[in-house]
């Protein structure tokens, strides 16, 4: 925005302009020859000129009898309104500039025959251009810059779409703001595409249906908040891949801004190269706003940064209006040059379109007013049209998310004042299950669990995908989350398992475990249970080949032990234990009772949520656990699984790739099965949030022991 003097006006036609008021003037009146030629000449300052005292002459004689009533006739004018949108654009322009842009092309001056005969594009030009702030609304010093023009006419000669409905408003948006005019930020691209390249992207985009239906409703004005985005058109396409494909939740009432809760909230190793890696290493404060404004811009939703200190991550236009979400209210937040009370009271005067353009009008109209007396009047009917509601303490404080929590976003949210999106499904990609492969889909789950950190719900979410179908997600913030399949496995031996996952960081993994090849506990006993719950907590939980259930003891007791009753003498050379999440024990042993006396079969130190070791082979009926030591004064063992044996229970560990948040399948692992109903569980302790559409098995080697 510039300050500018307003056109010198022609001595003469000032005479008759203040003449106007006693004495109509019919000898000019606004035509298309004039207009034209003022064009082809680049000499604006006569039209100028002329369209003043026309407007002078139509405006009211006497100041002290201007009214609302009298204004509103005058406005509903298609000529007059007409001409004082020309004048307004001629004088915010610059009739000189204005007359070099048109030199400097012929297509310019094609262009500005289109724009200047088109009340829509032009009202909506200027209506988008007029500053949010209302102080320097009615200050009326702003100007208007030709670089705007040029970026327009370059969208306009190349895109004929960009000339009538929701595309004008596209591409008058992105010449005023193109790419990168945005805050900058982390992830940001190096360098950002021309207006047209943008231009062109959001319309396709549009036109494909891949930005939310609210897009459709935007104002010129919002729509600068879309098109200024800081990140490349690859960044943009991913962002809205990656929520489609591993949170497509989140899609339900637009509510894209919540994946904010998903950057990781520490100081990121890895450098912010673009937007997935941003995601894949977190940050805090810039680098969450950053994502909050990038996220939102990428589905369609006008969002602006907010600035520090003591504020939020973002300003975005929800479904129910500007918010402000992820830290402090409005009233700690700065944005676009203006305090919070500043800025909503500015936006509430826009959002009332009919009344905001009449406003606008009569500030022009006053502008081309050539006595005090007259502009001060048409201005006094324009303040009183622009009153606002006033702005309560209550949404002052108000802020979606105020905590940066680092727990997973969960709850639809409730659209007060519009439609929440559901977007139709695209159709199913067949399944295509290689020969052989016993294929597992990730939502036939008999069981799942989990154990909260920072919140969140203790199990597996299911989700329908965007692209059909259902698929899982294991929530981030979990001290582990589990699921468990019932598999009929055709023959023992060692199978290949991969499986369909999408993941946004790097770095993670899950847990395999099976269950049917250890020896069967007829019964389990234990020094101690937690708060004597022997139902919910004895020692059988640790037995039952479900991870879901568990043995516990008190806090504070580092020693204890739960002994496993075989029913008859038993090989065993094989144990496994799961102590997942609490991770307690520090000392342990492992003994088998021989002629009522106890021998050691092995000893160790940590545990942890995948134990498994082999010993020389011995026969007991009667095996025991005991811990020795454990951590700090939260001791207290707790054992999910306590099994022995000959042949451990297929188990490892999968490798998951960093996908960015879009679906690959994993390597495969090996994992050793029996033959017959098994069931398969599948953990992924202290992981950031992994979707699951299916996996597989496929037999490698039928022989193996």
């Known amino acids: 925005m510039r300050i500018i ?421 695209k159709p199913t990609e067949p399944v295509v299950v290689p020969p052989g492969a016993i294929h597992v889909e990730g939502t036939s789950y008999f069981e799942t669990g989990g154990i909260t950190v920072w919140g969140g719900e203790p199990q597996v979410t299911v989700l329908d995908s965007y692209n059909g179908g259902k698929q899982l997600l294991f929530q981030q913030g979990m001290a582990s989350c589990w699921v468990g399949y019932k598999v009929d496995i055709p023959e023992t031996g060692i199978y290949q398992m991969e499986a369909t996952v999408a993941t946004v960081n790097s770095g993670q993994g899950m847990y395999v475990r099976s269950f049917g090849a250890m020896a069967p506990v007829k019964e389990a006993t234990a020094s101690a249970v937690w708060k004597g719950d022997t139902k919910g907590l004895g020692p059988q939980m640790a037995v039952d080949n479900n991870p879901s259930t568990r043995w516990a003891v008190n806090f504070g007791v580092d020693q204890a032990w739960i002994e496993l009753d075989l029913g008859k003498p038993t090989p065993i050379s094989t144990v496994m234990i799961d102590e997942r999440a609490y991770e307690k024990v520090k000392k342990f042993v492992l003994e088998y009772k021989v002629d009522n006396e106890w021998k050691t079969i092995l000893e160790g130190t940590t545990i942890g949520n995948s134990y498994a070791a082999d010993f020389p082979e011995v026969t007991a009926q009667h095996v025991r656990l005991s811990t020795l030591d454990c951590s700090g004064n939260t001791g207290g063992p707790t054992f999910w699984e306590v099994s022995v044996g000959t042949i451990q229970d297929g188990h490892g560990w999968i490798s998951l790739p960093w996908t960015a948040g879009v679906w690959q399948t994993t390597k495969p692992i090996d994992i050793r099965l029996i033959k017959g109903a098994q069931t398969v569980w599948l953990f992924t302790p202290y992981q950031r949030g992994v979707g699951l559409k299916s996996f597989d098995l496929k037999i490698k080697n039928s022989t193996a022991k």
Not at 35 to 40: C, M, N
Request: some cysteine.
């Open 5 to 425: 003097a307003k056109p010198t006006i022609h001595c003469l036609m000032l005479l008759v302009m203040l003449f106007s008021f006693s004495e109509p003037l019919q000898a000019w009146e606004p035509n298309a020859k004039a207009l034209e030629t003022g064009i082809d000449s680049g000499e604006f300052a006569d039209y100028f000129a002329n369209l003043s005292a026309w407007l002078v002459q139509k405006a009211p004689i006497d100041p002290a009898k201007i009214s609302a009533t009298a204004l509103e006739t005058i406005l509903q004018d298609p000529a007059i309104a007409l001409a004082l949108a020309q004048r307004q654009f001629i004088a915010k322009s610059e009739p000189a500039k204005l007359g070099a842009f048109a030199n400097a092309d012929a297509a310019n001056k094609t262009f500005l025959k289109w724009l200047l005969k088109n009340p829509n594009a032009l009202q909506l030009y200027l209506l988008g251009s007029t500053p949010l702030s209302i102080p320097v609304r009615e200050d009326n010093s702003y100007g208007l810059s030709t670089r705007v023009l040029e970026n327009w006419r370059t969208i306009f000669d190349a895109a004929p779409e960009s000339r009538d409905g929701i595309y004008l408003r596209l591409a008058i948006a992105t010449s005023l703001r193109p790419a990168g005019t945005g805050s900058p930020g982390s992830g940001q691209a190096k360098v950002h595409s021309t207006p047209l390249v943008r231009y062109q992207y959001f319309q396709t985009a549009h036109a494909n249906k891949e930005l939310f239906p609210s897009f459709n409703n935007l104002t010129v004005w919002e729509m600068q908040f879309v098109t200024c985005s800081g990140a490349s058109e690859t960044d943009l396409s991913w962002g809205r891949e990656m929520v489609n494909t591993w949170r497509p939740d989140l899609r339900a009432g637009e509510r894209v801004v919540e994946t904010t809760s998903l950057v990781w909230r520490r100081n990121s190793p890895i450098s912010h190269v673009d937007y997935k890696t941003l995601l894949d290493g977190g940050g805090k404060c810039g680098p969450r706003s950053s994502w909050s404004v990038f996220i939102c811009q990428a589905f369609g939703i006008p969002a602006i940064g907010v600035g520090q200190p003591r504020h939020a991550c973002v300003a975005y236009k929800s479904l129910n209006g500007w918010q402000v979400a992820y830290g402090m209210g409005w009233d700690a937040s700065r944005l676009e040059g203006m305090g919070g009370r500043e800025f909503l009271a500015s936006v509430a005067s826009r959002e009332r379109s009919a009344n905001f353009s009449q406003v606008e009008q009569l500030r022009w109209l006053a502008a081309a007013l050539p006595t005090k007396e007259h502009s001060k009047a048409v201005l006094a009917i324009a303040k009183t049209l622009a009153t606002t509601p006033p702005i309560t303490e209550k949404d002052l404080k108000s802020s979606e998310k105020a905590d940066e929590m680092d727990a997973d976003p969960s709850g639809p949210a409730v659209s007060k004042t519009g439609t929440a999106s559901t977007p139709t499904a």
